[in-house]
């Protein structure tokens, strides 16, 4: 046995483990930290694929602001420590229609998948400036058009937070 | 020292991504040194060996560190205000961290009923985890590394801000207002000034064109990145501030504003717990102090002459750290806490255009606008500021400072 296997399979059983916590839990505080250890140990898995730059890159976006940004929303407007989730939905067979039309296709999606296509040797000189490259030269327009998306976003919510009135 | 010198040979190769550290750490234990029958027991007990072994080291460090640090803080700040700080445990009070340790170890460890019990127990060792897991990229000498990454400054930045989520979950867990309020207070802030703390650092990495610690030490063999290119000097700066901000000192210390908010969102904590925050914050000062060091200031080169004693380099590491560490602890007992408005207005308005424009000026110089006109440039600006500055000032002083819209 490898000590590489043995902590895959605890980053592993981290991920699911943590995600069904998430999933489960009736305090929402207690599924956000379900979340947390869900996306580390995504990232975890992505050190594993040697895509190292992508592992850091989850760790800033997903846990360091997105995660952060979701625990601000709760910490402020949660203020009763013993808040519950009320769950408001009662249409159990839609949602079981439903769950079980996405469990085919995500089945069918797993058995058409070509698997074994990752390449077995890591990138000599590590993933991120080929990442670069590709971003700056075949993908810019995507890149572009993404930024742009996002800085659209950004000054809208800047632009609601503001208010009407100016002083 | 028989480990230094083995560790060193083991760790001394080129730039590797993740998936080589743990070969590189297998490879150091398996190899046959002295007493240490590493060859011939099983990988799955070496590893976890060689990350106790490589855990420990970076504690015992951390640990010594922040003693000596508090000791400092305290003797500093006890003569920037004319007094003498601690004086009673042994010589001029030195034995001073060794008694607060063990008083904290011995302390009661309080829990708030009202508390949420995992999360308030498992805050303190988020954030130590957050303070404690950037030692893995940070070089100590040339090749004295724990894992000589190629992104070990993206790695560094991205695990400090774990450190966010464990303030914020000790803030909530506490469940008291003075601790949430202080929890949001650290979380917005280290989160703004995580901005202009990464875009100053990237100035450098522009310059450098890696991300790599003891790459972008190296690059700077003759000429620190402070003199090679004026907006990494002009970075330097913005650096220094936000990692005052991030580490949570003064001028920025609101967080744990004693007269506000009660120490924020450590309020209830007491004994270890307690002390596992109060490590976090030193260490993380030592971290952001390591980085100012070796990403602007040349890590273990000297100035203007090609060194290659690694004793030498060690040393003047050590002493470039230790002066960054300095300025942070004159800087708290010399200026005054800003307000909360002023800490955003700080980060968002000051900050962050300007490491914009020096990220700007950065990427020219790469494209192949030589140092001397960027230097030139770079006086222009700042005689230019100089002048208008007076007017700014009386644009300034129509409106009262700091008027949020």
């Known amino acids: ?167 | 020292m028989p480990e230094m010198t083995t560790a060193t040979a083991a760790f001394a190769a080129p730039p590797n991504p993740f998936g080589d550290l743990i070969a590189t750490t297998q490879q150091a234990l398996t190899q046959p040194m002295g007493p240490w029958p590493g060859a011939h027991l099983p990988d799955w007990v070496i590893f976890p060996l060689a990350m106790l072994a490589a855990c420990a080291a970076v504690l015992g460090f951390i640990a010594v560190s922040a003693m000596v640090l508090i000791y400092l803080e305290r003797k500093i700040s006890g003569h920037i205000q004319s007094r003498l700080g601690p004086m009673r445990t042994g010589w001029h009070g030195i034995l001073q961290s060794i008694a607060d340790a063990i008083k904290l170890l011995f302390k009661e460890d309080l829990v708030p009923d009202a508390s949420h019990r995992f999360l308030y127990s498992f805050a303190p060792v988020l954030v130590f985890v957050g303070a404690l897991t950037p030692f893995a990229a940070i070089p100590f000498a040339p090749n004295v590394v724990v894992a000589n990454m190629s992104l070990g400054l993206f790695y560094i930045l991205a695990f400090a801000s774990l450190e966010v989520i464990g303030v914020l979950a000790a803030g909530w867990a506490t469940s008291s207002k003075w601790s949430l309020y202080g929890g949001m207070r650290v979380g917005a802030q280290m989160m703004s000034y995580e901005i202009p703390l990464s875009l100053s650092v990237l100035v450098v990495v522009a310059l450098a064109g890696s991300l790599n610690m003891s790459e972008i030490a190296n690059q700077q063999l003759y000429i620190p990145f402070v003199i090679q290119s004026p907006w990494a000097l002009v970075a330097f700066f913005l650096f220094y501030i936000s990692a005052l901000a991030s580490a949570k000192r003064a001028p920025f210390d609101l967080p744990e504003a004693e007269s506000e908010l009660v120490s924020g969102f450590h309020t209830e904590y007491s004994g270890m717990r307690f002390a596992y925050f109060f490590l976090a914050e030193y260490t993380s000062m030592v971290v952001l102090s390591a980085i100012g060091a070796i990403v602007f200031l040349g890590g273990w080169n000297f100035p203007f002459r090609a060194d290659t004693s690694p004793w030498l380099g060690a040393g003047q590491l050590f002493v470039k750290v230790a002066a960054l560490l300095f300025v942070m602890i004159w800087v708290r007992w010399t200026i005054p806490r800003v307000r909360i408005d002023q800490v955003m207005y700080i980060c968002l308005k000051v900050l962050l255009p300007m490491a914009l424009v020096c990220l700007i000026g950065a990427t020219l110089q790469v494209v192949g606008v030589p140092a001397w006109i960027m230097w030139i440039v770079f006086a222009a600006i700042v005689t230019g500021i100089t002048i208008t500055g007076r007017r700014i000032e009386k644009v300034r002083a129509t409106q009262p400072a700091g008027q949020t819209a």
């Open chain 1, 1 to 167: 046995m490898n000590a590489s296997t043995v902590i895959f399979w605890i980053i592993a059983v981290l991920a699911v483990g943590s995600a069904i916590v998430a999933t489960y839990a009736k305090n929402i505080v207690n599924a956000a930290f379900g979340l947390f250890f869900t996306l580390l140990a995504i990232a975890g898995v992505y050190v594993f694929l040697d895509a190292d730059f992508l592992a850091i890159t989850q760790v800033v976006v997903y846990v360091g602001g997105i995660l952060v940004l979701l625990l601000f929303g709760i910490l402020l407007t949660n203020k009763n420590i013993d808040f519950v989730t009320v769950d408001g939905s009662r249409s159990y067979l839609v949602g079981t229609l439903l769950g079980a039309a996405l469990l085919v296709m995500v089945l069918s999606i797993l058995q058409l998948a070509t698997w074994n296509n990752v390449p077995t040797a890591p990138p000599p000189g590590g993933t991120t400036a080929p990442i670069g490259y590709m971003l700056l030269k075949n993908y810019l327009l995507a890149f572009e058009f993404s930024s742009v998306t996002l800085l659209a976003a950004l000054i809208g919510a800047a632009y609601l937070v503001r208010g009407r009135d100016k002083d």
